[in-house]
């Protein structure tokens, strides 16, 4: 259960929902528009910028010992958007090193949001679970990067 009870609309969730929504409308126009990456953009904005943005809103409510300072949410939601911002103009204008800074920026987004929620708050399992996506996450960042690097040449 989250520490503080009061009402707070978290831009975590609200940012995350909005990127989902976004994924749908680019999925939903994909075809009609014949948009050469758009089952790629569809995807990436709902699965990278969207749940994994939720997610983290919530994790952060329910898992932090105290709520993140609005500093340090401002800059997870700076990072994490800029960082997914890039990578998709990246890759859609064909620009790996863009891609790679914008995944320098998911990293710090990651790490800002990895150090908000650390220590002891909620179940072990959710904990441990929590920290495997992370894992996850990473993995995917890095992969991701590789790509860009190889389809570049």
């Known amino acids: 259960m989250p520490r503080d009870m009061s009402f707070r609309p978290d831009p975590l969730r609200l940012l995350g929902a909005a990127w989902v929504v ?32 939720y997610v983290f809103g919530v994790v952060q409510g329910v898992l932090a010992v105290r709520r993140p300072s609005s500093r340090v949410v401002v800059a997870e939601l700076v990072a994490w958007n800029a960082g997914a ?12 090193l863009i891609v790679d800074v914008s995944g320098l920026l998911l ?8 150090h908000a929620v650390r ?7 959710a904990r441990w679970t929590y920290r495997i996506l992370l894992v996850v996450i990473l993995v995917s960042i890095l992969v991701g990067l590789v790509l860009a690097q190889l389809r570049a040449g």
């Open 119 to 125: 220590g002891t708050g909620g179940p072990a399992w």
């Open 22 to 53: 976004a994924g749908g409308l680019v999925a939903a126009v994909t075809g009609p528009l014949r948009l050469d990456h758009g089952s790629w953009l569809a995807a990436y904005a709902v699965l990278v910028a969207g749940v994994t943005q």
């Open 85 to 96: 911002v890039g990578v998709i103009g990246g890759t859609l204008a064909r620009l790996p």
């Open 107 to 114: 990293g710090l987004g990651l790490g800002l949001i990895i």
